[in-house]
């Protein structure tokens, strides 16, 4: 991959973006531990999500569906405004 495509598609430098992400992800953790839920409970209710996509077949896909489309709601436009303000003020 090219520098420049690399650098587009991280959308800033790639060291920038990672360690961007590292902070962040550091902080979600301390408020996700602050309102008490740990790692191991986000496994089990991935076990969970996906034992009860096997038990109840087409409904729980259609169950996650509907937590796709929820989170897309908030996520998509937030994303786009973010996109767009910054191609407002000439960033990449």
Known sequence: MRPDTLHRF?????????????V????VGIILSAIDLDL??????IEDV????WNMGFDAIRRLGG???????IVVPLWAIGRLLKIGRGEP
């Open 10 to 22: 991280f959308g800033g430098s790639p060291g920038h973006v990672i360690l961007r992400l590292v």
């Open 40 to 45: 191991m409970g986000l496994v089990y209710w």
């Open 24 to 27: 962040i992800s550091f902080v």
């Open 67 to 73: 937590y796709f489309l929820m989170g897309a709601v």
């Open 50 to 53: 996906v034992r009860g996509i």
